[in-house]
């Protein structure tokens, strides 16, 4: 079972290694797809048929340890028990009626290549993610297919809003992310060695005794709560899923409709130990699933298109399984989710057939053309037309504005960042320079004094300038050399002040910054290289196009973009997890600051490559 596991995992990252290596041909990329795809079905077959006849057991297996310091580990541990084998047993089969369906639906595409690429990337990180045995596991997994979600919603990138609502989806998606980081931080700090999700369980099993504060075990399960219901559009996040639907239609069917979307439930499945210990978690969930599914079935009602309208049902659904995990209805919830997984994707790949067969026959009649519902007329009358008339339409444009669940979000989230930059970025730039070497003369002194008492103290104004230049950075509109050094900048203030802290970290510190400071220095490059051109002096800010002018610069700041966010390709990611171990060990106030800038900068840095990359390149030479 050890070698089908591993290979389950790495059959879609050589899938995608093998894509992104070959001539780009649809016929070599479809021949690689295929076989991989059955190379994948038949280890998924044969593993879960190995572990049914073992008994169904939960299965751990660690294959190695990628980074180990002091009481940290970080090791490759993978684990199967029957959520994991349903939501494995969806991904295979999902995958491969995607990857035949696209064979055809995506013929002569011009991104054929680079859908099958993301598609590989997105499998490889779903089945981290159903695989995994810890929650740090779990967290690299959730960033890939993130970032797989982002880059298929812009898939196509001549048109302004598939681009728009990829940054709208990534930016959930990073806002979310903080339950998943600073959960993975406390899930450490409160279980140290036990935070296996094998043996999570066991540290809940007797109820005399708690595993942990009564206040942390519930912070602890708001953080997951919140990152479940961001991955799974649920209330009040409802309005980002139709808005993702700008992508392909097979990407919509794997993604939103079928496995992407079920991820939240999966999240809270793997943790049931932790959030079902107390009452008000679970009170919560209910809240959450009750209310996205009135605001979600009412909104659907008002939908013009059919994909608007299956991603309402599909978010109405997840609603209904949050409502049953917390009523305690675990294997009911793994039904439900493999019933809706089905329909969801069977439903968007026939709409576009759907869609093309009603326009036929509007064009063969003579007269007006309305899709009736008659089998339905000797049903009673609904609840909604038993309503009076004001009620009705009151309904009707609440429903039509979806609650104005994104105007909320926004207003409370990101406005008041927003503001806060932009009264930043309005200061006098000597009086910057000047809190600059304040700053640099107070770590010198804590330096030279090497008091470690003093250390905290100097930590707390180099942890508050962290978050005001991510804060800058993220409301800058006009240069994007600025957007990438404040990010830069924000990354080592958290660095440097964590050392403040606690200096034995310095090693660790060094770790995060192998990976940032690279990224940066290839980012500052591209740009250079980009922004040299007359055309975009003026502002440099709309659609470029880099993506198809210049491909190979593109790519080059896509990966420097990766490496300033801590995606898992760079020692940045496990840098943010020693970063936010050592800080806590010490002050865990400090994990609040820390994790708002590593957010912040992610959305700044992901506005400045989309705006630069996507595009027509017709807009490039007006």
């Known amino acids: 079972m050890n070698g089908l596991l591993i290979a389950c995992q790495l059959l879609p990252l050589l899938g995608l290694l093998l894509i992104m290596t070959s001539n780009g041909s649809e016929k070599t990329i479809t021949t690689i797809s295929v076989w991989l795809s059955r190379a994948m079905g038949l280890s998924v077959a044969s593993l879960l048929a ?68 993301t598609i590989f990337g997105f499998v490889f990180g779903l089945n981290l993610i159903v695989l995994s045995g810890s929650i740090d596991m779990l967290f690299a997994g959730w960033e890939i297919v993130g970032i797989s979600s982002f880059l298929l919603i812009a898939f196509y990138r001549h048109r302004p809003q598939p681009v728009r609502n990829a940054l709208r989806a990534y930016t959930i998606y990073r806002f979310c992310d903080v339950g998943l980081l600073l959960g993975a931080w406390m899930s450490h700090l409160l279980f140290h060695e036990s935070q296996h999700f094998s043996e999570l369980a066991s ?16 912070l602890l399960s708001w953080l997951i709560i919140l990152a479940a219901s961001g991955k799974s559009a649920q209330f009040p996040f409802s309005f980002w899923l139709p808005r993702a ?52 079935s009412l909104s659907e009602k008002t939908q013009s298109n059919i994909k608007g309208q299956v991603a309402y049902a599909s978010i109405t659904q997840v609603g209904l399984m949050f409502i049953e995990l917390s009523l305690g209805l675990e294997s009911l919830v793994l039904l439900h989710f493999m019933g809706n997984a089905f329909l969801r994707c069977y439903q968007l790949l026939v709409s576009p057939s759907i869609v093309a067969h009603l326009l036929r026959v509007e064009g063969a009649v003579d007269s007006d053309f309305y899709v009736k519902t008659s089998h339905l007329e000797f049903l009673p009358i609904s609840i909604r037309d038993s309503l009076p008339e004001v009620l009705q339409n009151t309904l009707y444009v609440f429903a039509l504005q979806e609650g104005h669940l994104e105007r909320l979000v926004r207003n409370i989230l990101w406005e008041p960042l927003k503001r806060i930059g932009q009264t930043l970025n309005r200061i006098n730039v000597w009086l910057k320079a000047l809190v600059g070497l304040a700053l640099i003369g107070l770590v ?23 978050v005001l230049v991510s804060l800058s950075a993220f409301s800058q509109k006009r240069s994007p050399f600025k957007v990438w050094n404040g990010v830069a900048l924000s990354s080592s203030l958290a660095g440097i002040a964590v050392w403040l802290m606690n200096p034995q970290a310095l090693n660790d510190v060094l770790l995060f910054l192998t990976g940032i400071i690279p990224a940066w220095l290839l980012g500052i490059w591209v740009l250079s290289r980009i922004l040299k051109q007359d055309n975009f002096a003026e502002n440099p800010f709309i659609y470029r196009a880099v993506a198809e002018t210049h491909p190979g610069l593109s790519l080059l700041l896509f990966l420097s973009f990766l490496g300033l966010v801590g995606f898992p390709i760079t020692p940045a990611f496990l840098g943010e997890d020693l970063l936010l171990s050592h800080a806590s060990s010490h002050h865990p106030w400090f994990a609040a600051p820390i994790t708002i800038a590593f957010v912040v900068n992610g959305i700044a840095i992901a506005r400045v490559f989309l705006r630069l990359c996507m595009g027509r390149p017709s807009e490039v030479c007006n």
């Open 50 to 117: 190995l572990w049914a006849v073992s008994g169904f057991p939960q299965y751990e297996y660690q294959w190695f340890t990628l980074y180990q310091q002091d009481d940290y580990s970080f090791p490759i541990l993978f684990y199967l028990d029957k959520v994991g084998a349903a939501y494995l047993f969806c991904v295979w089969t999902i995958f491969a009626i995607i990857v035949k369906y696209c064979r055809v639906y995506l013929h002569r595409e011009q991104g054929y290549k680079r859908f099958f690429q």
């Open 245 to 296: 639907m700008e992508g392909p239609t097979p990407s919509s069917a794997i993604f939103y409709g079928a496995l992407s979307i079920h991820l939240g439930v999966f999240l809270l499945l793997r943790t049931l130990p932790i959030w079902s210990y107390q009452l008000l978690p679970r009170v919560m969930v209910f809240s959450i699933g009750l209310l996205t599914v009135i605001v979600a």
């Open 203 to 218: 540290l809940f099993q007797n109820p005399e005794f708690e595993p942990s504060g009564y206040a942390a075990l519930s």
């Open 444 to 466: 010198a002194v804590v330096m030279a004094t090497g008091n470690i008492d003093g250390n905290t103290y100097a930590a707390i104004p180099v942890s508050f300038c962290m």
